[in-house]
């Protein structure tokens, strides 16, 4: 695909828009052997030779993002020690290492999110961020008003308080009845603890949104690469979000005056990984 020469520097890594068109002007770039001082001039980084100071551009691995209608009875991992089948038997013909971007149970099905984008990953699944999943549910019983309204609140489960949640009725059948639960944390089985808390056993769990994606009609057990539109919604409710966190930690600095004596500094510790530690463990099985 052509692409302006000053966006295939920039993607390359090695410097900004801005500069790499100062360089174009400088007469520092060459494609295909002849230099170009033309900024609107379009390459296409797959079959031309681009050139900066007369050093080839870093290859960069592009960036994958596909969704994958998981059924019920695959692992949501990319491999499994007891040897069940994985979303991986899903994702023939995927030829970039990609990662999934959260968990669904063995018996749920639906949307789930693959990335090669390790920061992106991170992101959309940091609790911070308050990224929002919808589930639609098929429960034992009818669920009542007061019900729907402390699921709403939040319910205490072992690991606490669950935050607030958007539950809606879908419909009832004669013993049974479909909801819609908008959730932003992802504790492990969490919307079935919450259910369960309120006395109605879950019976069927699709997710069927995931912050700006859809499910739509993508058939069971297939998959499908996001549209650059679903991936540029992506990385702009990504960056939102880490824009909102930076502004409140910006804010809460600026208002709250310590009401404590600050303790002594502490050592510096070592940073930890910036991964998670599942997304860093499947990192490392995937490269071994
Ligand atoms: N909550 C659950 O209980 N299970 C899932 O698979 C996803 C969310």
């Given at each position: ?18 500069k ?24 296409d ?43 991986t ?42 990224v ?24 205490e ?8 949640a ?56 297939h ?35 310590p ?19 599942r997304?860093?463990?499947?990192s ?5």
């Amino acid at each position: 695909m052509e692409t302006r020469l000053q966006k295939v520097i920039a993607d390359s890594g090695l410097v900004s828009r801005r500069k790499a068109e100062e360089w174009i002007a400088q007469g520092r770039v060459t494609v295909n052997g002849r230099v170009v001082r033309e900024l609107g001039t379009k390459v296409d980084p797959e079959k031309d030779h681009v050139k900066v100071d007369g050093r080839h551009l870093k290859e960069v691995p592009p960036q994958v993002f596909l969704m994958l209608n998981k059924p019920k009875g695959y692992m949501s991992s990319l491999s499994d020690p007891a040897g069940r089948p994985t979303i991986t038997d899903l994702l023939v013909g995927v030829g970039l290492r990609v990662f999934p971007v959260g968990r669904l149970d063995y018996d749920s099905e639906g949307l789930m999110l693959l990335t090669n984008q390790g920061e992106i990953a991170q992101a959309l699944l940091h609790p911070r961020y308050h990224v929002a999943k919808t589930y639609l549910i098929k429960v034992k019983g009818v669920l009542t008003d007061e019900e729907i309204g402390a699921l709403e609140k939040g319910v205490e489960l072992e690991d606490g308080l669950t935050g607030p949640a958007v539950v809606k009725k879908i419909r009832k059948a004669k013993e049974n009845s479909w909801v819609e639960i908008t959730i932003h944390e992802g504790r492990k089985h969490q919307v079935k603890r919450m259910l369960e808390t309120v006395g109605h056993p879950v019976i069927k769990l699709t997710r069927v949104r995931f912050g700006s994606l859809s499910l739509a009609d993508l058939p069971r057990g297939h998959y499908r690469y996001l549209t650059d539109r679903e991936a540029n919604q992506l990385r702009a409710l990504v960056r939102s979000r880490q824009e909102a966190v930076a502004a409140s930690h910006a804010s809460s600095r600026r208002v709250a005056p310590p009401t404590r004596p600050t303790p002594p500094a502490r050592p510096a510790r070592p940073a930890r990984s910036a991964r998670p530690a599942r997304w860093a463990k499947l990192s490392r099985r995937r490269s071994a």
